[in-house]
């Protein structure tokens, strides 16, 4: 059952206007909140659902730009940077 509403939720979810954004359109965000001074971090913004963890987190570049005072966040943000220049 849990499973099924699962299911059912990802499906609703892939209607949302905003989860219809191309990839390269939706990863634009972060940087222009970033810019913005959002108080929100990008993982933060990498949790608001599936569509957006998934298209931030394979979007080396957004990863590129971090502090070193969490040894676990800074660890997360080189794993994601990739081959992208920190």
Avoid: G
Wanted: hydrophobic share 40%.
């Amino acid at each position: 059952l849990h499973s099924i509403l699962l299911d059912v939720r990802t499906w609703a979810n892939t209607f949302s206007p905003v989860n219809r954004l191309p990839p390269e359109i939706l990863s634009l965000i972060p940087t222009f909140l970033h810019y913005k001074r959002s108080r929100r971090s990008l993982i933060e913004w990498s949790q608001v659902c599936r569509y957006w963890r998934n298209t931030f987190i394979n979007t080396p570049a957004l990863w590129t730009h971090f502090s070193c005072k969490d040894p676990a966040r800074t660890h997360a943000f080189l794993e994601r940077s990739k081959s992208a220049p920190v």
